[in-house]
């Protein structure tokens, strides 16, 4: 069974490791969604880029709030906060762009 205080108390243990690998990894995936977009490619790949961008955001967001769990409240855990945060609404106002875009351009 899943041990849900093991897995926060890894994340805290390799908060270096997580962090330089999940900083990057968002803001590469959010580019990657903004100009799939961009360059009006499939609804399928926009959705699919935006998904894992968005798993990257979430698993981001938990990280942070493991270090809220246990009490530290410092600048880097608000920014990190804030950068997943953007990086999931970036991702959902590509697929909202989308789907306007493409219905408005189906319609003419």
Known sequence: MLDLNSLAEFSRANCVSL?????????????????????DRPAHQIWRA????????????????????VGIVMAPTYILLLLALSCLLTNMGAILFQRHFATVTNDQ
Not at 23 to 33: E, G, H, M
Not at 50 to 69: D, K, N, P, Q, R
């Open 19 to 39: 962090c330089a690998f999940l900083v990057p990894a968002n803001l590469v995936a959010t580019i990657v969604t903004m100009a799939l977009t961009l360059f």
């Open 50 to 69: 935006a998904g894992v961008a968005s798993l990257l955001a979430l698993i981001m967001v938990l990280h942070v709030y493991t270090w809220f769990a």
